[in-house]
């Protein structure tokens, strides 16, 4: 997965916010504490798996707003891919998936937020927990990856399994 651009609207600590990604090969996010660093990475996790460190679903939900609303571009492959995720205290969450066409975007939601988190999964090859461990080393925490034997390894870089 290559990131090409992301907006958020009211997550966690952002009112609105957009980073374009076009053409950088090594992101480094750095600034002081508070400054949001991690808040940008947890957008991308909560986006793409709807996974995040959070303790209810609302929370990620800008302190008094209704809704967040993250949208996610990314390049897969060959192919091009949207990820819009939003979610409204009242009416609960939205999930969008959509392929990059000539003519624009072309929509592969399917029926329901859980069978379109199962095909963005099967899209990404790539689950929230190595992608914690593999991109995102949250303040405190070792990252895994690193610390982790050869059998542990394997189980994050699959496609170097013997």
């Known amino acids: 997965m290559i990131p090409r651009h992301i907006t958020l609207k009211n997550f966690l600590s952002y009112r609105e916010a957009s980073l374009d990604f076009t053409g950088l090969h090594v992101v480094c996010i750095a600034g002081a504490n508070g400054a949001g660093k991690s808040s940008l990475l947890e957008a991308i996790g909560w986006v793409l798996w709807g996974q995040s460190r959070v303790a209810t679903e609302d929370d990620v939900i800008y302190q008094g707003e209704m809704e967040a609303r993250v949208a996610f571009v990314f390049q897969q492959g060959e192919h091009g891919y949207r990820v819009i995720r939003h979610r409204h205290r009242l009416q609960g969450a939205g999930l969008e998936f959509q392929i990059k066409t000539e003519t624009g975007y072309r929509a592969l939601t399917q029926r329901g ?50």
């Open 113 to 162: 937020v859980r069978a379109t988190q199962q095909l963005i999964c099967r899209c990404l090859r790539l689950d929230y927990e190595t992608f914690l461990n593999s991109a995102y080393c949250a303040r405190g925490k070792r990252m895994t990856l690193c610390s982790s034997g050869p059998a542990n390894v394997r189980k994050f870089l699959p496609a170097y399994s013997s």
